[in-house]
């Protein structure tokens, strides 16, 4: 059966203390927390900056031995492409640390919903693998023109690897469905907000706390992947006020997968 990995997007947020950090945790201690419940993180933040590498060695430096990190890629490679290849070089450099220490399980790159399914926009999917081509690839798609026959097999021929997601369940979106193009699984769980998805600001989008019930829709479909794949990384996105810490440790428990006793001021915040 595959290894289930399972961690949320990011860890450094202002707005999980009180929620699951402690009040008065300082900032520079907050991966030393995160790693007591989690054994793997997606780093997001570099969609925004590139990151230096001293602030990958310290990462690497404060994780265990084993633990995960899935970097994703910078938004000149996905969104912009103005400056695309002087950033390919500037991001390889900033992750060499997590390579060195063999932490780095892939990166991700998440498309957004103006990247559609043309010959153009595929060869760049082709050109990236390529770039990173020593390193798993995963790939996420928000355009639903990317959810036809033949993608699956277009990632796979490719070495590339497909990100599931669970989203709204809205017009132009890709299903919330369960796929794999490799030996490899890879879920984002962005949550479910509907009325905020296209309005709203990446704040609001992400604001959604799941329920056990939406959790447990997905276990039948990951149980299904298991046999099928050496590995499986489960990261939720719903970072807005701690819900993702919440929602990733609904599902560890959900999957049967160790969990420490959290004793926090918020109480029975983390129950079932």
Request: charge should be neutral; proline fraction near 4%; include cysteine.
């Amino acid at each position: 059966m595959a290894e289930l990995r399972v961690g949320t997007s990011g860890y450094s947020f202002q707005d999980w203390r009180g929620v699951f950090y402690p009040e008065s945790i300082p900032d520079s201690q907050m991966l030393d927390y995160y790693i007591k419940y989690f054994d793997c993180v997606e780093i997001n933040s570099t969609y925004y900056r590139i990151l230096s590498p001293y602030s990958f060695s310290r990462m690497a430096e404060k994780t265990p031995p084993g633990f995960a990190f899935i970097v994703k890629l910078h938004r000149s490679m996905t969104h912009d492409r103005a400056s695309m290849h002087e950033s390919i070089d500037q991001f390889k450099a900033s992750i060499q640390p997590l390579r060195d220490a063999n932490k780095i399980h892939g990166l991700l790159a998440q498309f957004p919903w103006g990247f559609k399914n043309t010959k153009m926009n595929r060869e760049h999917v082709v050109m990236l693998g390529s770039e990173f081509s020593e390193m798993d690839l995963y790939v996420e798609f928000r355009n639903a023109s990317w959810a036809e026959h033949g993608i699956l097999k277009f990632l796979q021929s490719n070495g590339l690897y497909y990100c599931s997601v669970d989203e709204p369940e809205l017009p132009g979106l890709m299903p919330s469905e369960a796929h794999l193009s490799g030996d490899k699984g890879y879920v984002r769980f962005h949550g479910r907000n509907k009325q905020s998805w296209w309005r709203g600001d990446s704040s609001s989008r992400y604001n959604y706390s799941y329920m056990r019930d939406e959790l447990l829709g997905w276990l039948k479909d990951i149980k299904k992947m298991e046999p099928q794949t050496k590995r499986i990384y489960i990261f939720f996105n719903n970072c807005h006020a701690g819900h993702a810490a919440k929602s990733a440790i609904l599902m560890k428990k959900l999957l049967g997968l160790d969990v420490p006793e959290i004793i926090h001021q918020q109480g029975d915040l983390f129950e079932d």
